[in-house]
Protein backbone atom coordinates (compact mmCIF):
# COMPACT_ATOMS: atom_id res chain seq x y z
CA UNK A 1 0.00 0.00 0.00
CA UNK A 2 1.43 3.37 -0.95
CA UNK A 3 0.36 6.72 -0.11
CA UNK A 4 -1.14 8.04 -4.05
CA UNK A 5 1.00 10.57 -5.65
CA UNK A 6 -0.86 13.48 -6.66
CA UNK A 7 -4.17 15.38 -5.33
CA UNK A 8 -7.42 15.80 -7.22
CA UNK A 9 -6.30 19.17 -8.29
CA UNK A 10 -3.20 17.43 -9.61
CA UNK A 11 -4.95 14.81 -11.60
CA UNK A 12 -7.54 17.74 -12.99
CA UNK A 13 -4.38 19.94 -14.33
CA UNK A 14 -3.03 16.57 -15.90
CA UNK A 15 -6.50 16.56 -17.79
CA UNK A 16 -6.45 19.75 -18.63
CA UNK A 17 -2.90 19.50 -20.11
CA UNK A 18 -4.16 16.08 -21.84
CA UNK A 19 -7.11 18.34 -23.50
CA UNK A 20 -5.13 21.26 -24.20
CA UNK A 21 -2.40 18.88 -26.22
CA UNK A 22 -5.08 16.80 -27.59
CA UNK A 23 -3.67 13.99 -26.44
CA UNK A 24 -5.02 10.47 -27.01
CA UNK A 25 -4.85 7.52 -24.64
CA UNK A 26 -5.76 3.88 -25.82
CA UNK A 27 -7.42 0.98 -23.93
CA UNK A 28 -5.55 -1.30 -21.74
CA UNK A 29 -7.19 -3.96 -23.33
CA UNK A 30 -8.66 -3.57 -26.71
CA UNK A 31 -6.52 -0.33 -27.79
CA UNK A 32 -8.97 1.32 -28.61
CA UNK A 33 -8.15 5.32 -28.88
CA UNK A 34 -10.03 7.50 -26.36
CA UNK A 35 -9.76 11.59 -26.53
CA UNK A 36 -10.69 14.56 -24.28
CA UNK A 37 -13.37 16.09 -25.63
CA UNK A 38 -14.47 18.76 -23.45
CA UNK A 39 -13.83 20.11 -20.05
CA UNK A 40 -16.20 21.51 -17.50
CA UNK A 41 -14.40 23.72 -15.35
CA UNK A 42 -17.24 24.45 -13.17
CA UNK A 43 -18.37 20.98 -12.66
CA UNK A 44 -15.21 19.77 -12.41
CA UNK A 45 -15.41 17.38 -14.92
CA UNK A 46 -14.38 15.96 -18.71
CA UNK A 47 -15.74 14.49 -21.67
CA UNK A 48 -13.95 11.37 -23.75
CA UNK A 49 -15.14 10.89 -26.81
CA UNK A 50 -14.93 7.23 -28.34
CA UNK A 51 -13.78 5.95 -31.71
CA UNK A 52 -17.15 5.20 -32.43
CA UNK A 53 -18.11 9.23 -31.94
CA UNK A 54 -19.90 8.46 -28.25
CA UNK A 55 -19.26 10.24 -25.33
CA UNK A 56 -19.28 9.72 -21.72
CA UNK A 57 -18.56 12.40 -18.69
CA UNK A 58 -16.48 11.85 -16.09
CA UNK A 59 -16.19 13.47 -13.07
CA UNK A 60 -12.85 14.33 -11.77
CA UNK A 61 -14.27 13.13 -8.11
CA UNK A 62 -14.44 9.74 -10.12
CA UNK A 63 -10.94 9.50 -11.47
CA UNK A 64 -9.35 10.66 -8.07
CA UNK A 65 -11.48 7.86 -6.06
CA UNK A 66 -9.74 4.67 -8.59
CA UNK A 67 -6.53 6.60 -8.30
CA UNK A 68 -6.48 6.37 -4.54
CA UNK A 69 -8.14 2.92 -4.62
CA UNK A 70 -5.24 1.98 -7.06
CA UNK A 71 -2.27 3.04 -4.74
CA UNK A 72 -4.01 1.94 -1.92
CA UNK A 73 -4.36 -1.56 -3.52
CA UNK A 74 -1.10 -1.34 -5.28
CA UNK A 75 -2.35 -3.45 -8.11
CA UNK A 76 -6.22 -3.11 -9.76
CA UNK A 77 -7.41 -6.19 -11.90
CA UNK A 78 -8.96 -5.20 -15.20
CA UNK A 79 -12.23 -6.09 -13.96
CA UNK A 80 -11.83 -4.52 -10.19
CA UNK A 81 -14.75 -1.75 -11.04
CA UNK A 82 -17.26 -4.65 -12.36
CA UNK A 83 -17.44 -5.49 -9.66
CA UNK A 84 -20.72 -4.12 -7.92
CA UNK A 85 -19.74 -3.87 -4.11
CA UNK A 86 -16.25 -1.97 -5.46
CA UNK A 87 -18.29 0.72 -7.11
CA UNK A 88 -20.62 1.43 -4.52
CA UNK A 89 -17.40 1.48 -1.68
CA UNK A 90 -15.50 3.90 -3.96
CA UNK A 91 -17.49 6.15 -6.19
CA UNK A 92 -21.05 5.41 -4.55
CA UNK A 93 -22.26 4.22 -7.74
CA UNK A 94 -21.51 1.36 -10.30
CA UNK A 95 -21.84 3.36 -13.56
CA UNK A 96 -18.46 2.06 -14.68
CA UNK A 97 -18.92 -1.04 -14.77
CA UNK A 98 -17.38 -1.10 -18.24
CA UNK A 99 -17.13 1.97 -20.91
CA UNK A 100 -16.40 4.64 -18.35
CA UNK A 101 -14.52 2.75 -16.28
CA UNK A 102 -12.30 1.32 -19.08
CA UNK A 103 -11.53 5.01 -20.38
CA UNK A 104 -10.21 5.56 -16.55
CA UNK A 105 -8.00 2.88 -16.40
CA UNK A 106 -7.01 4.09 -19.95
CA UNK A 107 -6.50 7.50 -18.69
CA UNK A 108 -4.37 6.85 -15.18
CA UNK A 109 -0.89 5.75 -16.63
CA UNK A 110 -1.17 9.13 -19.03
CA UNK A 111 -1.50 10.96 -15.81
CA UNK A 112 1.36 9.69 -13.43
CA UNK A 113 4.16 7.66 -14.72
CA UNK A 114 4.55 5.49 -11.37
CA UNK A 115 1.44 3.51 -12.98
CA UNK A 116 2.25 0.90 -14.83
CA UNK A 117 -0.74 -1.17 -17.54
CA UNK A 118 0.19 -5.30 -17.05
CA UNK A 119 -0.72 -7.87 -19.49
CA UNK A 120 -3.97 -8.83 -19.49
CA UNK A 121 -5.48 -4.93 -18.87
CA UNK A 122 -4.49 -4.40 -14.72
CA UNK A 123 -2.97 -1.37 -13.16
CA UNK A 124 0.08 -1.43 -10.69
CA UNK A 125 2.33 1.42 -9.60
CA UNK A 126 5.83 0.61 -10.30
CA UNK A 127 7.59 -0.75 -7.07
CA UNK A 128 4.77 -2.51 -5.72
CA UNK A 129 4.96 -6.16 -6.09
Known amino acids: MAVHRFSEDDL ?10 QAEFTSVVRQKRYAIAALNENRRSYVVKYESGNTKTIPISDLFAVY ?10 RGYLRIEANGRRILGHTRYSHAPGATIYAIMPKLDDAIRTEKGGHLSIRGTP
Open 12 to 21: WGGVRKLNLI
Open 68 to 77: CELYRLGRMP
